[in-house]
DNA sequence: CCGAACGTCTCC
DNA sequence: GGAGACGTTCGG
C-alpha cells in the first residue's frame, strides 16, 4: 500500500472501521460521512469536538477500567487510546492529510526543528500557524477545545481561501491558494509555491508529490508521507537557507535544527547537544497529551513529554536515523514538483 | 527565571 | 526493556 493516497484522505472513516475488524467508537455522522474525508475538512471545529469528546470518552474509559478489579493492560490502553484519535490512520498512528490535522499540530512551534533558528523567512515554519494565536504557556493542553477556528490548517479550497481575512493560520491557507498569491511569496511561506493543487485538493503545507522512483520498499506507505513532509521541510530550509545542502536527507536527522552542518550527530562533542522535535511525525503533530501514559502522570518528576507526542526521531537513537540508507537525491522538477531520485 | 522536554542513569 | 528520577538544555 505504498502509495499517496493517506494524504489526500481517500478513505472514509467508516469504510476504515469496517475493513480492519476492530472497533472504535466512530459514528458517522450525517452530512461527514462522505466518500472524502474532504468533507469533513470543510467544517473542522465539527470534527475536532467531535474528536476530543471521543477522546474524553477514552480518558474516563481508562479511569473506569483502573478501578476496577481487572487492570487495563498497558498495551491494550495505548491501542484504545491512540487509535480511535485517528481513525483514518490505521498505521502508527498516522493522521492523514487533512483530516486530523488539526490536532495534532505540536504545541511550540519554535522548539520544533522544521526550521531551526533560520528567522529571516517572511513567513512562518510549518507548525507556527497553528499557535500562533495560541502562547501554549497559558493554554492548558487538555483544555485544547478552547482553542479557536483559526488554531486548525483549515483544508480550505483555493476557492473558499481567496477573500479571506488573513490571520496567523490563514496564512497558511493563503500559502495554498496559489492561483492569487505569487510564486515567489510562496516560497518565502515555507512551502512549495509552485505546487500546483492536485485536482482541486488542496495539499497540506510541505506535501510534496513525488514521482514513482522510490520503489516503496523496505518503506511503507506512511514512512513515505512522513518522509514526504520531511522532505518538504528540508528543501524548503535550503531553498531560503541558501546553504548547500541540497535537500540531502542528512538533513532529515533530528538534528539538523535547520542547519545543515555535519557536527550534529557523529558522536563528537556535539553529540551531547539535545536533539529537537522533527515537527512532522505523527506524535509531533499531536496537539494534547494524553493524560494517562506514564509520562503525563509523572509530568511533574519525569520531565517527559507524553508518550503519544515523543517524537519518532527522537525515539531512535542519534546516529541511528535516516542519514544511513538515503543515498537519493532531491531533484526539482517544472511546475515545482520535487523527483525523489534513488 | 521558569516551564518543557531531552539525555542519562538506576531500578525492577 | 520500561518506568521513574534527575540533571541539563533550550526557548520564552
Known amino acids: 500500500m505504498a502509495n499517496m493516497s493517506s494524504s489526500v484522505c481517500m478513505e472514509t472513516p467508516h469504510a476504515h472501521g469496517h475493513a480492519h475488524g476492530h472497533t472504535h467508537n466512530y459514528n458517522p455522522t450525517p452530512g461527514r460521512d462522505f466518500p472524502l474525508q474532504i468533507d469533513s475538512c470543510v467544517n473542522p471545529v465539527l470534527d475536532y469536538s467531535t474528536q476530543m469528546e471521543r477522546y474524553r470518552s477514552f480518558a474516563t474509559f481508562y479511569k473506569n477500567s483502573t478501578a476496577t478489579a481487572a487492570p487495563f493492560p498497558q498495551t491494550a490502553k495505548i491501542t484504545r487510546i491512540a487509535t480511535p484519535l485517528f481513525p483514518s490512520a490505521r498505521l502508527s498512528a498516522m493522521p492523514p492529510w487533512p483530516c486530523d490535522n488539526a490536532m495534532l499540530w505540536g504545541r511550540k512551534p519554535s522548539a520544533v526543528n522544521v526550521n531551526g533558528p533560520h528567522t529571516h523567512r517572511t513567513g512562518m515554519s510549518r507548525a507556527e500557524p497553528v499557535n500562533m494565536h495560541m502562547s501554549g504557556k497559558h493554554i492548558p493542553q487538555d483544555s485544547a477545545l478552547s482553542m479557536g477556528a483559526d488554531n486548525f490548517l483549515s483544508p480550505l479550497a483555493a476557492e473558499q481561501c481567496r477573500g479571506l481575512p488573513v490571520t496567523g493560520a490563514d496564512c497558511m491557507n493563503r500559502l495554498k491558494c496559489s492561483p492569487s498569491v505569487p510564486p515567489g511569496e510562496a516560497d518565502r511561506g515555507g512551502t512549495f509555491g509552485g505546487m500546483p493543487p492536485l485536482g482541486g485538493l488542496s495539499l497540506p503545507p510541505g506535501v510534496i508529490v513525488m514521482t514513482t522512483l522510490h520503489s516503496g520498499a523496505g518503506s511503507s506507505g506512511v514512512t513515505m508521507s512522513d518522509s514526504a513532509f520531511q522532505i518538504a521541510n528540508v528543501a524548503a530550509d535550503c531553498q531560503h537557507s541558501g546553504s548547500s545542502c541540497s535537500g540531502s536527507p542528512a538533513g532529515l536527522n533530528g538534528n539538523t535544527n535547520g542547519s545543515c552542518s555535519s557536527a550534529s550527530s557523529n558522536g563528537s562533542g556535539a553529540a551531547k547537544r539535545k536533539r529537537k522535535r522533527c515537527g512532522v511525525c505523527a506524535p509531533c ?34 546516529g541511528s536515523t535516516m542519514e544511513v540508507g538515503f543515498s537519493h537525491t532531491l531533484t526539482h522538477m517544472p511546475g515545482g514538483l520535487l523527483k525523489w531520485a534513488v
Open 285 to 318: 503533530r499531536r496537539l494534547i497529551n494524553c493524560g494517562v501514559c506514564s509520562s503525563c502522570r509523572n509530568r511533574k518528576t519525569g520531565h517527559q513529554i507524553c508518550k503519544f507526542r515523543k517524537c519518532e526521531e527522537l525515539k531512535k537513537k542519534p
